[in-house]
């Protein structure tokens, strides 16, 4: 898989202490730093996809996330890491490769419909 992939090499540069691919720190978003808000009207929630265990190194300032974690990305770096928050409310940078957009819970008239004649 090439998001995979693209990763996997991510972290790899960021376990040698390398390149653009490097997290940023902890303080650079409690600062304000180069992180930026996510645009658009509220705060995303994400799916995790994939397993991401960060590297020791790091493990302090980046979110594990594990397939089926919610995360709500609060921001960015610019250069590529995402900082969120999952529902347990441990916060910190992570990788956008290993999440997708939650999907949304939507309901049809019939449903509407059908529940109401369920309660009557």
């Given at each position: 898989?090439?998001?995979?992939a693209g990763a996997a090499k991510a972290v790899g540069a960021l376990s040698r202490g390398g390149g653009a691919a490097a997290a940023p720190s902890s303080t650079q978003a409690s600062r304000g730093g180069p992180l930026s808000s996510v645009q658009g009207s509220g705060q995303p929630t994400m799916m995790c996809i994939a397993?991401?265990?960060?590297?020791?190194?790091?493990?302090?300032?980046?979110?594990?996330l594990q397939v089926g974690?919610?995360?709500?990305?609060?921001?960015?770096?610019?250069?590529?890491?995402?900082f969120g928050r999952k529902e347990n409310g441990r916060?910190?940078?992570?990788?956008?490769?290993y999440v997708q957009l939650a999907?949304?819970?939507?309901?049809s008239g019939a449903d509407h419909?059908?529940?109401?004649s369920v309660a009557a």
């Amino acid at each position: 898989n090439i998001v995979m992939a693209g990763a996997a090499k991510a972290v790899g540069a960021l376990s040698r202490g390398g390149g653009a691919a490097a997290a940023p720190s902890s303080t650079q978003a409690s600062r304000g730093g180069p992180l930026s808000s996510v645009q658009g009207s509220g705060q995303p929630t994400m799916m995790c996809i994939a397993d991401f265990e960060p590297p020791g190194s790091h493990a302090s300032q980046m979110l594990k996330l594990q397939v089926g974690d919610e995360v709500t990305v609060l921001g960015q770096d610019g250069r590529g890491w995402w900082f969120g928050r999952k529902e347990n409310g441990r916060e910190g940078w992570f990788p956008p490769s290993y999440v997708q957009l939650a999907p949304a819970h939507f309901t049809s008239g019939a449903d509407h419909a059908a529940m109401a004649s369920v309660a009557a």
